[in-house]
């Protein structure tokens, strides 16, 4: 029992709750958008394949998991934002975005950091490079001459929750240095703490833009 409780951590029961909702809102006539189906499945299969090698299979390390993760679900957030109305004049742009990010991220998992270490180079990357691309995405709805209602726009949500989590992560990663120095002084956990927080912002986030989702593609059916 204590050892599914490290499992079904806040982290992992904000996917579970995603995913869920995923499945209950992103119906067929939901497009491209029922991909978040199968990529918040995969995360959390890697989420419960990296923890029962540690605890059932007592393996020393299960970075290799991760690390193809980070690649596929950071391309995917990348790619997804191509989708969008007001990037449309942009998508070549992110297409080139996503395919230096994919073979920067293959050349560090195969030459330099290796799929045995997390690829933490590689996790900035796609921190800043998302972070960009939310920027942009705001930055070009704000030039927009029509009106659009932005708290009902599930592109919005998703920008806001990936902006969040990502500028977030890479402050994490810039003192995670400093965060296990004061863990092992105090023995408080402040490092996880902002983690579960980044990660809970952003699949409330997703959620969010699940059910504006469903809706929008409803009343456009009406």
Same mark, same amino acid.
């Given at each position: 029992?204590?050892?599914?409780?490290?499992?079904?951590?806040?982290?992992?029961?904000?996917?579970?709750?995603?995913?869920?909702?995923?499945?209950?809102?992103?119906?067929?006539?939901?497009?491209?958008?029922?991909?978040?189906?199968?990529?918040?499945?995969?995360?959390?299969?890697?989420?419960?394949?990296?923890?029962?090698?540690?605890?059932?299979?007592?393996?020393?390390?299960?970075?290799?998991?991760?690390?193809?993760?980070?690649?596929?679900?950071?391309?995917?957030?990348?790619?997804?934002?191509?989708?969008?109305?007001?990037?449309?004049?942009?998508?070549?742009?992110?297409? $080139? =975005? +996503?395919?230096?990010? &994919?073979?920067?991220?293959? %050349?560090?998992? !195969?030459?330099?950091?290796?799929?045995?270490? @997390? /690829?933490?180079?590689?996790?900035?990357?796609?921190?800043?490079?998302?972070?960009?691309?939310?920027?942009?995405?705001?930055?070009?709805?704000?030039?927009?001459?029509?009106?659009?209602?932005?708290?009902?726009?599930?592109?919005?949500?998703?920008?806001? $929750? =990936? +902006?969040?989590?990502? &500028?977030?992560?890479?402050? %994490?990663?810039? !003192?995670?240095?400093?965060?296990?120095?004061? @863990? /092992?002084?105090?023995?408080?956990?402040?490092?996880?703490?902002?983690?579960?927080?980044?990660?809970?912002?952003?699949?409330?986030?997703?959620?969010?833009?699940?059910?504006?989702?469903?809706?929008?593609?409803?009343?456009?059916?009406?």
């Amino acid at each position: 029992m204590k050892e599914l409780s490290t499992l079904f951590n806040p982290t992992v029961t904000s996917e579970w709750c995603a995913f869920i909702a995923a499945l209950c809102l992103l119906r067929r006539r939901t497009g491209v958008w029922r991909l978040f189906i199968w990529q918040l499945l995969l995360t959390i299969i890697a989420e419960t394949f990296g923890w029962s090698s540690i605890y059932f299979w007592k393996s020393l390390n299960n970075h290799w998991i991760f690390n193809l993760l980070l690649l596929i679900s950071a391309g995917f957030w990348i790619w997804i934002f191509s989708r969008a109305e007001p990037m449309a004049r942009s998508r070549k742009l992110l297409y $080139g =975005l +996503l395919i230096g990010f &994919l073979c920067f991220g293959l %050349v560090n998992m !195969f030459f330099f950091q290796g799929l045995w270490e @997390y /690829n933490g180079y590689t996790d900035v990357l796609s921190d800043m490079l998302i972070a960009g691309v939310c920027c942009y995405f705001f930055y070009t709805i704000l030039r927009e001459e029509q009106f659009r209602n932005l708290f009902g726009y599930e592109y919005f949500w998703l920008a806001n $929750g =990936l +902006l969040v989590s990502s &500028l977030g992560s890479v402050v %994490v990663y810039i !003192f995670i240095n400093d965060l296990f120095a004061f @863990y /092992n002084h105090t023995h408080i956990n402040v490092y996880g703490y902002i983690n579960y927080s980044l990660n809970i912002i952003l699949y409330v986030s997703f959620i969010i833009a699940f059910i504006c989702r469903n809706r929008n593609t409803r009343s456009s059916q009406v």
